[in-house]
């Protein structure tokens, strides 16, 4: 293994004359934040393991590869996937070339009050936050609806203890909620308002069932849907495990299961496998009519990025003209209406406006992932071409504005 390095810091230099507000940052969980609040009858079925001297995660008695270091003792450092995830390596080195040295878990990855005094370095001023080990736990415990609904459960009350759900109204962790069972996840999405959550997340997938899974926008989860719509709190849907790596699967061999870093064939780059699911998603939510007969609710797609959006309008325009009379309104007035969207930092924003309008885009840094930018102001590069008042909506307003129930 190479040898750990340290992180260092630099001094964000750049100033803007509003505050930042970054739609995407995450935790790397410690065992605790799973174990701690987890029934003992649960733990069997979701634990730790040590195979051949590495950490493993063992699924309902699976080894799973998923994050192949699940207690994130090293990880890759922020941005050091930036140039394979802008499509320039014209060396042709793998992922683990370009990666580098790891870097020894830092407490900023995990500790709300040292990621504060990360973000005041970064000139960040509030940051929703995500995890990223709980994206295995839908994915890996097919059937198990009351497992899923303890483990999430575990989680959301690890984040109260931790970080809280508006930590100094700085730092908002979304409360993960799964809608397998929607009295559960009633249940759960009532722990969440009494908390304080201002955001919940959702995985953008179809819903697991016992006899098939199900569309989110089946009249079974509007109990769900009615709660969120009269509560004010918005709904991300954050790129996760959602079931699509099958489709890559069948074009391949010998795969098991989802490996969230699998760089290794150049088909998989060549399946927006992140694109579909969520582009289904949201198709799914408008028309099946969740945003018809739920106005009020708010959507942000964080973590897909949005090539998959103007083949989507596409397909809603084409939609529409088969069949207008089983949409309440145009999907494609829906959608920019309802669903807000965080493009990555290696597309073009410039014809991503020529869909999405400015007041539904809102920068999300992925920090401290490897496929962040480094830099998380970096981005302001990306969006040059906006006009000042543009870059202020995408930078500060909109995420502010999702957050304080303004939409």
Excluded at 36 to 43: D, E, G, I, T, V
Excluded at 56 to 76: C, R, T
Aim: charged share 20%.
């Amino acid at each position: 293994m190479a040898v750990v390095q340290e992180m260092v810091i630099e001094q964000e230099t750049r100033t803007l004359p509003y505050p930042i507000y970054d739609g995407d940052g995450h935790i790397y969980e410690v065992q605790d934040s799973f174990h701690r609040h987890l029934p003992k009858k649960y733990r069997s079925a979701f634990q730790y393991v040590t195979v051949e001297g590495r950490t493993k995660l063992a699924v309902n008695g699976m080894i799973s590869d998923y994050i192949p270091n699940p207690n994130f003792e090293v990880v890759a450092a922020p941005g050091s996937h930036e140039m394979w995830f802008r499509g320039n390596n014209p060396e042709g080195l793998s992922l683990r070339e370009m990666t580098g040295d790891p870097l020894a878990n830092q407490p900023e990855f995990h500790n709300a009050e040292a990621r504060l005094k990360l973000l005041d370095k970064q000139n960040i001023h509030a940051q929703l936050i995500f995890p990223t080990l709980a994206s295995v736990i839908e994915g890996h415990m097919n059937e198990d609806h009351e497992l899923m609904a303890a483990v999430i459960h575990a989680l959301n009350a690890w984040v109260v203890d931790e970080w809280s759900f508006s930590y100094k109204d700085r730092l908002f962790p979304a409360a993960y909620v799964s809608l397998a069972n929607v009295e559960l996840a009633v249940q759960e999405l009532e722990f969440a308002l009494a908390n304080g959550a201002r955001a919940i997340m959702i995985r953008p997938a179809p819903v697991p069932g016992h006899f098939g899974s199900r569309s989110p926008g089946s009249a079974e989860f509007d109990p769900f849907w009615a709660r969120v719509n009269e509560a004010g709190v918005f709904v991300t849907l954050h790129v996760s495990d959602s079931g699509y790596d099958q489709i890559y699967q069948w074009w391949s061999k010998g795969a098991k299961e989802a490996l969230a870093f699998d760089r290794s064939d150049p088909l998989k780059a060549c399946i927006d496998l992140q694109g579909r699911a969520v582009a289904d998603m949201c198709a799914s939510l408008i028309a099946h009519g969740v945003v018809t007969r739920f106005p009020n609710i708010r959507f942000l797609s964080a973590e897909n990025g949005s090539i998959w959006i103007p083949h989507l309008f596409k397909m809603f325009k084409r939609a529409y003209g088969q069949m207008p009379t089983s949409f309440a309104r145009h999907p494609i007035d829906q959608f920019q209406e309802s669903f807000f969207v965080e493009p990555y930092y290696e597309e073009d924003m410039n014809e991503l406006r020529q869909y999405v309008p400015v007041e539904r885009l809102i920068f999300g840094s992925d920090w401290p992932h490897a496929e962040c930018l480094a830099k998380p102001l970096d981005f302001l590069h990306e969006i040059k071409d906006f006009t000042d008042a543009e870059r202020q909506l995408f930078m500060s307003s909109n995420m502010k504005g999702l957050l304080e129930g303004k939409r």
